[in-house]
């Protein structure tokens, strides 16, 4: 049985665990060639290998998270944020939607992610795997407070092992372009 995926709320965002219904707008973004060249498997998938991953394998793991993330004033869902426990470490993934980038929201998400994971997970590290050329989510990673701290071919790993709250990066970042 999955993980009890609990609802998360920012000032203008709405977070709350993937489900069947997500099936189509989740392949719309993930079948996209400028999203899908940055994935370990970078392939256009279908709706039906959709289905097959969520209801064979996301369903049945205890250490897999989503949340569609889903705006407060329009309704509009615009992104899938998440994290998997790999024992010593916790891994974030996010996948915004392109319209619905640099305007803060990916940070506003994560914040809420990672104050969530350390409730629950406190002193583990996060990290993050980013594809070498997928400049927006280095540049995001870091803004986040994550340091590189490995290379595997086309993959770096970020890490961040010491906890601080996020929200005085953004604050402090206030005037740069958002994520």
């Known amino acids: ?39 370990k498997s970078p392939h256009k998938i279908t709706i039906e ?7 064979e394998s996301y369903l049945s793991d205890t250490n897999k998270v989503d949340w569609m993330c889903i705006t407060k004033d329009e309704w509009k869902k615009i992104g899938v944020f998440g994290f998997k426990d790999r024992n010593d470490r916790i891994e974030v993934n996010y996948l915004l939607a392109a319209d619905s980038q640099h305007k803060g929201y990916g940070i506003e998400a994560m914040i809420a992610i990672i104050d969530y994971i350390h409730k629950i997970y406190p002193g583990k590290t996060l990290i993050a795997e ?11 990673i870091r803004k986040m ?19 601080k709250n996020v929200e005085a990066i953004y604050e402090s970042r206030s005037g740069e372009e958002n994520i």
């Open 1 to 39: 049985m999955s993980m009890i995926v609990p609802e998360l709320e920012t000032k203008r965002l709405y977070l709350r665990g993937i489900d069947e219904n997500d099936t189509e707008q989740i392949v719309n973004w993930r079948s996209d060639a400028s999203v899908y060249c940055f994935f």
């Open 49 to 55: 290998e959709h289905k097959k991953w969520y209801n």
């Open 130 to 140: 980013i594809h070498k050329d997928n400049i927006a989510s280095l540049k995001f």
């Open 145 to 163: 407070g994550f340091k590189e701290t490995s290379t595997d071919g086309r993959f770096y790993t970020y890490s961040k092992q010491e906890w």
